[in-house]
């Protein structure tokens, strides 16, 4: 019996900011000044393949496609602080993407917040409910949560029956 091979995968196809996070660290272990060094990143939506490459236990997983390349030549329309769409992500794209990166297909100085927030405001669901879940886990609301409910509970508190200084149990 013969198997059928499955369709290739459609994903966005997006360089690696690890890679350049890693190396940027790495650089500056060694004394190199990294200054502004910024990140260019460009993405294309399509067929991928994806393999994994070298012996076993020291595999790197490789990517090869012609989205691959794409989001290469958007990377390289860039300078260090803008991300770049290409053609056939922006047309599966919801409107508020499409509005985000505009005719250019551009967006400078573009990071998770103004992303989340550009998108929520313009109406995607999606988005939302990331901004929604991200803001609910950051430290600063979880204290605000703490502080709340730790203020709730002492006003929830009766005074002591026999103290006639009427102190508050906490």
Request: with cysteine.
């Amino acid at each position: 019996m013969k198997r059928r091979r499955s369709a290739p995968r459609r994903s966005l196809q997006v360089p690696s900011a690890v890679a350049l996070t890693w190396h940027s660290k790495r650089l500056e272990e060694e004394s190199y000044e990294t200054g502004d060094l910024g990140l260019a990143i460009g993405f294309e939506y399509g067929p991928m393949t994806l393999t994994r490459l070298g012996l076993k236990n020291d595999r790197v997983r490789c990517s090869v496609s012609r989205g691959v390349l794409e989001s290469e030549n958007q990377q390289k329309r860039c300078t260090g602080v803008e991300t770049a769409i290409g053609a056939d992500a922006l047309k599966v794209a919801s409107d508020a993407v499409k509005t985000l990166f505009g005719t250019q297909r551009k967006v400078k100085n573009l990071d998770f917040n103004e992303a989340a927030e550009a998108l929520s405001d313009a109406g995607d669901q999606r988005a939302s409910v990331i901004r929604q879940e991200t803001y609910a886990k950051t430290p600063a609301v979880l204290a605000a949560r703490n502080a709340k409910s730790v203020l709730t509970a002492k006003s929830d508190a009766r005074p002591a029956a026999p103290d006639s200084c009427a102190r508050w149990r906490v």
